[in-house]
């Protein structure tokens, strides 16, 4: 499988350490609104839906935390309280015992 993604720069790189592939992707797909592949059509949360109704899309996301946690030892996604978008905190422990934690905004 092949990511990329942006350094610190902005330049866009191609990601070669697995859990920070799976981990990309993860992020990616968070950020992805529903239906916006045509490739990947079942992947993404329904964020711009979410903002207009003022649902949180918690049943998408857990399902994408669902299809990612098996290439972690342990995922959690979990949602910020009183945000005005989705946003979310994921702590994600990598095979090799890493432990990452990031926020994401959709």
Known sequence: MRSYGRD???????????????????????????GESPFYAGYGIPAIQSVLTQIAPDAAVAQTQAQFVPY???LTVSRVAGAAVPTYNVTAVFLNGQVIQTTVYS
Do not use: H, K, P
């Open 72 to 74: 972690f030892s342990s």
């Open 8 to 34: 610190s720069n902005g330049v866009w790189a191609e990601i070669t350490d697995t859990g920070y592939i799976w981990l990309a992707t993860l992020i990616q797909t968070l950020r992805l609104n529903r």
